[in-house]
């Protein structure tokens, strides 16, 4: 089967998120399995872009609006990520450093997918499956369908995954315009609540949609920022498929971002030298817990709570832990915990930022690795922290509920807690230094996660198996 992937973040292109990872993961074990998964992106202006080599695959041009593009897609030209990977190049709107966060991202995104259904249409031969991911890409069954310049696209099967329905993209009516002439009967296809919601429309639209946690596709239907009816709705042609991880990158053996490299068999000096290295690069003392945040300072993963939990943990626990957070996002919560640095050096630290390289040191050398999120879809962090023997303490939601089993429970390696408040938080970290002052239980419970398969290739199949029911 061949497969066109189209998202706004693939790694090691381009990665903001999980979406990033599993892009860039995804279609290697696809192809694995014998067949053409490709992944077509914007071209922006990342390392990725300098390091690599380029072949200019098609050049057209389009109107967005009164505005008149051109565009080229160009493909890396060895193959090296597994899969081939083309970039749309727009001149002026998507050749930019960052991924998101421009004034202007509604245009980025709708030009971007203008692009591609249009190097789309002028295939000689036509993709088995068109993927898209995310409300990056959530215009395209529509345009495949409805726009008349694309229609003769619209007998190929779509398929949409969710990797976070809390972003929709939407536009007000004034920016239709943006599309390609469409058939204006069809305008409640792109609509919701009075918007373009270009999530929605993908959720009419596509055949089916994906997203990327049993648990997350039932609360779905409860919350989904605004989405909650039309998820019910839809409910019949919506499945929930665990993201994997990429355990070719996310392997503490061989690891070229961690020193030393560690595995099963000497994992409990392999963690202790981790953990040495981290301490020491932020103040913090090896003899203690150390518990560590990584990911976006946003409500949904409750890192406003952050400040109060450490502040209380190292109080009322007299300071038997040592926490490390590496994030940005929202600039209160940045500023909030940046200011905790000198009142409680030596029990805490931050580094305020993306680091791949700190990233991966942390889940190698830290000891708990906390997700209190309010929502995660999947959540790819608690199964890298596994991987490297670092113990997950998440909230009782959405894929951490799908991947993490409380230690309490019969075979149980993890700390699960209901609520995203202060007081569950800081009892599960007590219940965490309770855990580390049992030598051997803590060794087997790490031996024991190291070794659990969260690997891609049984997800991968069941994307396969769904895109065969559509043929
Ligand atoms: P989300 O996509 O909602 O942000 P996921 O758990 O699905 O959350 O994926 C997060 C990914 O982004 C993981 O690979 C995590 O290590 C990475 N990540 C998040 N924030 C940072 C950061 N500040 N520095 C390095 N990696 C980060």
Redesign the pocket.
């Known amino acids: 089967m061949e497969i066109l992937h189209v998202s706004a973040e693939c790694?090691p292109v381009a990665?903001?998120?999980?979406?990033?990872?599993?892009v860039g993961a995804l279609p290697k074990y696809q192809n694995q399995f014998g067949h053409l998964a490709k992944v077509v992106m914007p071209m922006y202006q990342t390392k990725f872009l300098y390091e690599n080599n380029f072949d200019t695959t098609h050049k057209g041009s389009f109107w967005m609006g009164p505005r008149f593009f051109d565009y080229t897609i160009i493909k890396e030209t060895t193959n090296k990520l597994g899969f081939d990977l083309y970039l749309v190049d727009i001149n002026g709107l998507l050749d930019r450093e960052q991924v998101y966060g421009y004034d202007d991202d509604s245009e980025r995104f709708t030009a971007f997918q203008i692009a591609v259904v249009d190097w789309l249409s002028k295939w000689n031969h036509q993709p088995d499956i068109v993927h898209v991911h995310d409300h990056q890409a959530g215009l395209i069954p529509f345009m495949m369908q409805h726009c008349y310049a694309y229609q003769h696209l619209a007998a190929i099967p779509t398929v949409l995954t969710i990797?976070?329905a809390q972003y929709q993209g939407w536009m007000s009516w004034d920016k239709s315009n943006y599309l390609p002439s469409f058939n204006s009967w069809e305008w409640g296809k792109l609509d919701w609540q009075n918007n373009i919601n270009p999530l929605a429309s993908a959720v009419k639209c596509a055949l089916q949609v994906t997203t990327?946690s049993m648990s997350y596709l039932e609360e779905m239907r409860e919350n989904a920022n605004g989405l909650e009816n039309l998820f019910e709705y839809e409910k019949g042609k919506c499945t929930g498929i665990l993201?994997g991880i990429d355990d070719a990158v996310w392997d503490p053996a061989v690891d070229t971002y961690i020193s030393p490299n560690f595995s099963v068999a000497n994992l409990a000096d392999g963690k202790l030298q981790s953990k040495k290295v981290l301490c020491s690069l932020f103040n913090l003392d090896i003899y203690k817990p150390l518990i560590v945040f990584?990911?976006?300072?946003v409500h949904?993963?409750a890192a406003d709570l952050l400040p109060q939990v450490i502040y209380d943990a190292v109080y009322h626990m007299q300071g038997r832990m040592n926490f490390l957070i590496?994030?940005?996002g929202d600039p209160s919560v940045e500023y909030a915990l940046e200011n905790m640095k000198q009142p409680l050096a030596g029990f805490y630290n931050s580094?305020?930022?993306?680091?791949?390289?700190?990233?991966?040191q942390m889940?190698a050398g830290a000891d708990f690795l906390l997700?209190p999120?309010r929502v995660?879809?999947?959540?790819?962090?608690?199964m890298?922290a596994m991987r490297y023997g670092t113990i997950p303490i998440v909230r009782n939601t959405g894929?951490l509920r799908d991947t993490v089993v409380d230690y309490g429970d019969p075979n149980g390696y993890g700390i699960l807690f209901n609520d995203a408040t202060v007081g569950d938080i800081t009892y599960s970290i007590h219940r965490a230094l309770e855990l580390y002052k049992q030598t051997k239980r803590l060794q087997k419970i790490r031996s024991a996660i190291m070794q659990i398969d969260n690997s891609w290739e049984k997800s991968a199949e069941a994307y396969i198996s769904l895109y065969s029911s559509l043929q």
């Open positions: 790694y990665k903001a998120g999980g979406l990033g990872d599993v990797h976070n990327v993201n990584i990911g976006r300072l949904e993963k590496l994030g940005s580094k305020i930022g993306y680091n791949e390289k700190l990233s991966h889940y997700m999120s995660e879809p999947c959540g790819l962090n608690q890298y894929g």
